[in-house]
T-cell receptor, first 113, second 114 residues
Framework: SQKIEQNSEALNIQEGKTATLTCNYTNYSPAYLQWYRQDPGRGPVFLLL?????KEKRKERLKVTFDTTLKQSLFHITASQPADSATYLCALDMGQAGTALIFGKGTTLSVSS | GAVVSQHPSRVICKSGTSVKIECRSLDFQATTMFWYRQFPKQSLMLMAT?????????EQGVEKDKFLINHASLTLSTLTVTSAHPEDSSFYIC??????????FGEGSWLTVV
C-alpha cells in the first residue's frame, strides 16, 4: 500500500541545536518533494522543494536532502530558534499538472530557549 | 507574491444547515484548486480537485452531494457543506497552483457545527 510517514509526531530540542525531521514514503515515485511549515490554526506555508534528481537543497538555515533509493527526505533546521516551533509537513509532488500534493501527518517541533 | 485567500476564517452553523467557504487566488489565475480537510493532529486529506469550468473530481469516500464544489472562474472556487452535521466540524483548506510547481495555500476555514 502507499504510505507517507514522518518519523515522529513531536520533536523537542534546545535553542541553537540542529533539528532533523524525517519523511519516508513507500510505493510512490514523486518527481518532487516539498516541505511546508504549519502554525496552529493556519494554512501550510511553502518552505522548500527538491527535485528527484537533486540530492540536497539549502535555503538560509534550512537544508533538505532527497534519497530516491531510500525513499526518504531529511529536513534540517540549523541554529534553531524558538520561532522555529511549528508543525512541519512533507508532501509528495507527482509532478503532473492538476494533481494534488500528498501530505504526511507532520512533525511538531518545539524549540526551547 | 501570489496569495490565496479563504473566507470565512471561522464559521459556526447549526446542524442541518449549509455553509459556503470561498477560496480566491488574488493575483494569479488558477485552473485547478484543491480542497483539503484536516482534523486535529492529522494530515491534510485531499477531498476534491476543483477544475475551472468543469465538474470537480472527488476523492474516494467524499460525498459529492454533501460537499458541493463550484469553480466558476479562474480565481474563485467555493465549497458548500450541505446539511452539515457535527462530524463535519473540521479545518478546511484550499490550495491553488501558480506558475511552475509553486502551490499556495489559503489560511484555512474552521467549521464548527453545533
Amino acid at each position: 500500500s502507499q504510505k507517507i510517514e514522518q518519523n515522529s509526531e513531536a520533536l523537542n530540542i534546545q535553542e541553537g541545536k540542529t533539528a532533523t525531521l524525517t519523511c519516508n514514503y513507500t510505493n510512490y515515485s514523486p518527481a518532487y518533494l516539498q516541505w511546508y511549515r504549519q502554525d496552529p490554526g493556519r494554512g501550510p506555508v511553502f518552505l522548500l522543494l527538491i527535485r528527484e534528481n537533486e540530492k540536497e537543497k539549502r535555503k538560509e538555515r534550512l537544508k533538505v536532502t532527497f534519497d530516491t533509493t531510500l525513499k526518504q527526505s531529511l529536513f534540517h533546521i540549523t541554529a534553531s530558534q524558538p520561532a522555529d516551533s511549528a508543525t512541519y509537513l512533507c508532501a509528495l509532488d507527482m509532478g503532473q499538472a492538476g494533481t494534488a500534493l500528498i501530505f504526511g501527518k507532520g512533525t511538531t517541533l518545539s524549540v526551547s530557549s | 507574491g501570489a496569495v490565496v485567500s479563504q473566507h470565512p476564517s471561522r464559521v459556526i452553523c447549526k446542524s442541518g444547515t449549509s455553509v459556503k467557504i470561498e477560496c480566491r487566488s488574488l493575483d494569479f489565475q488558477a485552473t485547478t484548486m484543491f480542497w483539503y480537510r484536516q482534523f486535529p493532529k492529522q494530515s491534510l486529506m485531499l477531498m476534491a480537485t476543483s477544475n475551472e469550468g468543469s465538474k470537480a473530481t472527488y476523492e474516494q469516500g467524499v460525498e459529492k452531494d454533501k460537499f458541493l464544489i463550484n469553480h466558476a472562474s479562474l480565481t474563485l472556487s467555493t465549497l458548500t457543506v450541505t446539511s452539515a452535521h457535527p462530524e463535519d466540524s473540521s479545518f478546511y483548506i484550499c490550495s491553488a497552483g501558480a506558475a511552475g510547481n509553486t502551490i499556495y495555500f489559503g489560511e484555512g476555514s474552521w467549521l464548527t457545527v453545533v
